[in-house]
């Protein structure tokens, strides 16, 4: 089952929300638009998202207190985000940005197929990430059966070296059911 990457679009303005879902179109990934950041915070709880457009200027808790939260949690220290605003190009709210965990900080007016480029590259990763998740949990999947199947024939070959006929027979048990797939 494959799970589509999300991006959660911060803003308190509905229009400017509006106009990153149009930027975004046609990207493989599924916008999730929210109005502040405790909204934010509620949805973060519930989806996992490749990336975060965070705006650094919003009513009650701004960006920068939102993004603060958002690498204090353990489930989601890892997202990036990427703080808009239509701020003055001034260099401290940038810093405050990156000091807060910002992966980039763009000002308004900004280019949109700049910002389509880096939200692409956030979710060739997010995407590269959970195919070597799935790969992992393969490899530690076979592992164990690699080590059941082995116990089994160690166990097998043991009793194999017997004279007992009895050993045997459940020797040839034991490894007919590792054949199989089936453990003992």
Do not use: C
């Not at 989601?76 to 605003?85: G, S, Y």
């Not at 089994?152 to 797939?181: I, S």
Request: aromatic letters at 6%; hydrophobic letters at 50%.
């Amino acid at each position: 089952m494959t799970q589509i990457a999300k991006a959660l679009l911060v803003d308190d303005r509905r229009e400017n929300l509006m106009a990153l879902e149009a930027i975004l179109q046609g990207l493989p990934v599924q916008s999730v638009a929210v109005e502040s950041g405790e909204a934010a915070l509620k949805q973060l709880l519930v989806d996992d998202f490749a990336v975060i457009l965070l705006d650094a200027q919003m009513p009650n808790m701004d960006g920068f207190e939102t993004a603060s939260h958002i690498k204090r949690r353990e489930r989601t220290r890892h997202v990036p985000i990427i703080f808009l605003t239509a701020a003055d190009r001034d260099a401290q709210l940038a810093l405050r940005g990156y000091a807060v965990g910002a992966v980039d900080y763009l000002t308004k007016p900004f280019d949109p197929w700049v910002l389509r480029a880096k939200v692409s590259v956030f979710v060739e990763l997010w995407v590269k990430t959970r195919q070597l998740a799935a790969q992992s949990d393969l490899v530690r999947e076979r592992d164990v059966q690699w080590r059941v199947l082995t116990d089994a024939v160690d166990e097998a070959t043991a009793m194999l070296r017997t004279d007992a006929r009895d050993a045997r027979d459940r020797a040839v048990q034991l490894l007919e059911q590792a054949r199989w797939g089936n453990t003992p």
